[in-house]
């Protein structure tokens, strides 16, 4: 069993920067690879971002590639977000994921999620 927080999220003007954390209880956190997905006003739940449960590979999606990076630390349990260049578009809640099946983008083959952050970029 895995139990996710998110934190980090926030206002800030578009060209900002934001860090998203996402702290896990539970001895299995390592085991999992990790997921972020956001929900915009309006829309779907969609995939950001991934990173393997090694760390040792990260995979974004094309509409934030080169803005957003993952990294995860297994020692204390935690995932990161790091959002530059901000756009108004990157507005959502956001929240991260853990799936056994691996880094996946399929929002069903992630078995636990966290409670969201609210990330607002104002234009």
């Known amino acids: 069993q895995v139990q996710l927080v998110e934190s980090g999220g926030g206002l800030v003007q578009a060209g900002g920067s934001l860090r998203l954390s996402c702290a896990a209880s539970g001895r299995t956190f390592s085991s999992y690879a990790m997921g972020w997905f956001r929900r915009a006003p309006g829309k779907e739940r969609e995939f950001v971002g991934g990173i393997r449960w090694s760390g040792g590979s990260t995979y974004v999606a094309n509409s934030v590639k080169g803005r957003f990076t993952i990294s995860r630390d297994n020692a204390k349990n935690t995932v990161t977000l790091q959002m530059n260049s901000l756009k108004p578009e990157d507005t959502a809640v956001y929240y991260c994921?853990?799936?056994?099946?691996?880094?996946?983008?399929?929002?069903?083959?992630?078995?636990?999620w966290g409670q969201g952050t609210q990330v607002t970029v104002s234009s």
């Open positions: 994921a853990g799936s056994s099946v691996g880094l996946v983008t399929n929002i069903h083959q992630y078995e636990y």
